[in-house]
């Protein structure tokens, strides 16, 4: 099952002067490979294509239905590379992957931290500070997770989270080898977090201080 819809139109020219041109006629190049069948070039309608894009988060981490007029029919596929414009922040060109729901896949899903206001270390003065703002995640091209949620509602100033202490869903994997961070709430700009080494000085100047 597709969580998207896209119609498409086989493109018989692959040259930049072609490309530049179905942009202007509001048209959006791409390609869809994979899956031992030949590379397939198409078109798609720019303004429907893009609407989806910036407007569903999920778009890039769900199975798409690409349906070629003509011969070349269905396309179960994911979206895995865009290409954009430098200057206006548009799509230029898209790539889609041809999967199958089983397939195990590799994809990048973004990182969302939640409750972040309402965290007592982010009351106290703290700042969140994202180190990761997706993670490379392995799982059936099916049941590729939207994000992966951490909930801050806790954490206090000098909190830093890491992979192994994220709970993923079910059948989800992100391969790593080091324990690499993903997030902090690090302590005001000019605040420094009192240590037990810094906390066992302040106390031996105070006890020579009353030796005096």
Not at 140 to 145: K, N
Not at 172 to 185: G, K, M, Q, R, W
Request: charged letters at 25%; a negative charge; proline letters at 5%.
């Amino acid at each position: 099952m597709t969580d998207y819809v896209l119609e498409a139109e086989l493109r018989e020219n692959t040259g930049k002067g072609h490309t530049r041109r179905l942009r202007r006629a509001g048209k959006l190049p791409g390609i869809i490979y994979g899956g031992d069948k030949p590379d397939l070039p198409i078109i798609l309608d720019y303004n429907e294509t893009a609407k989806i894009m910036m407007r569903d988060e999920a778009f890039y981490t769900s199975m798409i239905e690409v349906k070629v007029k003509g011969k070349r029919g269905k396309n179960t596929v994911l979206l895995k590379a865009t290409q954009w414009d430098s200057i206006y922040d548009t799509p230029t060109h898209l790539d889609f992957l041809r999967v199958a729901a089983a397939d195990s896949i590799h994809a990048s899903v973004p990182v969302h931290a939640i409750n972040v206001e309402i965290s007592p270390g982010v009351k106290e003065g703290g700042m969140l500070q994202m180190i990761r703002h997706e993670l490379e995640v392995v799982c059936r091209a099916d049941s590729i997770p939207d994000f992966i949620e951490i909930d801050c509602a806790n954490y206090a100033i000098d909190t830093t989270v890491h992979i192994d202490d994220i709970t993923l869903p079910a059948g989800v994997e992100v391969p790593h080898d080091a324990n690499f961070t993903i997030l902090n709430i690090a302590a005001p700009k000019g605040q420094a977090v009192e240590t037990d080494e810094t906390a066992e000085e302040a106390a031996s100047e105070g006890e020579a201080a009353a030796e005096k």
